[in-house]
């Protein structure tokens, strides 16, 4: 019998069958990896294409010379509108179809737990309010760098109020951002004299820039804090804070002089004036979901690194729409931001990864910095 066995185990037949199984195998390990990167590359092409779409459309909203409409916060208050209104539609549709996903749970706003959010969605609108009076202010292709601080200020404030210590190498990549900052100011100050004469940068678009950072810095801090007061949901905590947004930013917009503005507003009428207000609402919450996706598919180091590639083709772009020449310290002033804001998030992951391997406890990285701020009107990115 054992004799038999060997005989049967090593015939041409049962040789055939194995190499076909192997064979099989392979093919569908191969088609697993096609449907993967595939899946990534579709990922990575939506968080993209939503993210500079919105910022070129904010840019037409907010200073465009077709609308005329100088009313930066009466877009912000219509783009929260719609924000809520989407997450709610959706909340109610994922429940009454797919009750078990709680990705968009069902809508609610309870006075208490608004009370208990409120101080964080003053943080919200300043960064909101900051993110757009700065891409008012600014050029798309500057906007980058206008908003670089926010790494900087991630740093601070957590060494100052979370007690964190800092290593050379992470006040190494945030003195390389601070120094890609200050030569981005004076470039574009150079490059604004150069298109107009006597003109410069806008002080304004400056300071906003540094304060939408700042905001961005305490929201991101101060958010932990208050998760567990909406059981740990980032998209109930977003209906909140919309909602809350609406509160504050209507009296704001009438203690501005915004009123008048809009009475005289004459695209009222216009389907394409809603069709762009609609659409940057509905992509305000869009992508913050391909933000969590494209951080789900890859990981938190691949998401920033597409950040800052992103954030290289908008400029180039930004460059290229609005027929813009600039000088290689220009340039080189983007590639400093950039590079210390992607240097950072490296130089934190092995931080973290050793403190991780020290402790036996899983790695939590938690993104900061320039691939994780998109400029939208709900997410401040």
């Known amino acids: 019998v054992p004799r038999a066995a060997v005989m049967y185990r090593s015939s041409p037949a049962h040789k055939n069958v194995n190499a076909k199984m192997e064979s099989t195998q392979a093919q569908e390990a191969k088609d697993s990896l096609v449907k993967r990167w595939t899946k990534i590359f579709m990922v990575v092409a939506a968080y993209w294409f939503i993210s500079i779409s919105m910022v070129f459309m904010n840019k037409y909203l907010l200073s465009s010379d077709d609308l005329k409409l100088n ?15 989407v997450v709610a539609l959706l909340g109610l549709l994922v429940q009454d179809r797919y009750p078990s996903i709680d990705k968009f749970p069902r809508p609610e706003y309870y006075p208490a ?3 208990r959010i409120l101080p964080l969605s003053i943080v919200f609108v300043a960064m909101i309010t900051f993110n757009n009076y700065t891409l008012k202010f600014l050029g798309v292709a500057f906007y980058n760098v206008g908003r670089s601080l926010t790494t900087v200020f991630n740093v601070s404030l957590s060494y100052l109020l979370l007690g964190q210590s800092l290593s050379c190498a992470v006040i190494s990549c945030c003195g390389i951002i601070v120094s890609g900052f200050v030569l981005g100011i004076k470039e574009e100050d150079e490059s604004v004299g150069e298109k107009e004469v006597g003109q410069s940068i806008s002080v304004i ?3 906003c820039g540094v304060l939408a950072s700042l905001s961005v810095a305490l929201y991101a801090i101060n958010t932990k804090r208050v998760l567990p007061h909406v059981s740990d949901s980032i998209w109930r905590l977003q209906i909140y804070n919309n909602i809350n947004a609406i509160f504050l930013l209507t009296p704001l917009m009438l203690m501005f002089g915004e009123l008048p503005i809009l009475l005289k507003f004459t695209h009222w009428k216009d389907p394409y004036f809603w069709f762009l207000m609609v659409v940057a609402g509905v992509f305000g919450v869009a992508i913050g979901y391909m933000t969590a996706l494209q951080i789900k598919v890859t990981s938190p180091l691949t998401h920033n690194v597409s950040g800052t590639a992103k954030a290289c083709a908008q400029t180039i772009l930004a460059c290229e729409y609005y027929s813009e020449s600039k000088s290689l310290w220009w340039w080189a002033s983007n590639a400093m931001v950039l590079g210390g804001s992607s240097a950072y998030t490296y130089v934190r992951m092995m931080e973290m990864k050793a403190v991780s391997e020290k402790s036996s406890k899983p790695l939590e990285i ?16």
């Open 113 to 115: 737990t608004a009370l």
């Open 205 to 207: 678009g400056v300071v």
């Open 366 to 381: 938690v993104e900061q910095g320039q691939g994780s701020n998109e400029g939208s009107t709900s997410k401040g990115t």
């Open 71 to 85: 009313a930066p916060l009466f877009i912000t208050l219509s783009q929260c509108i719609v924000s809520s209104i």
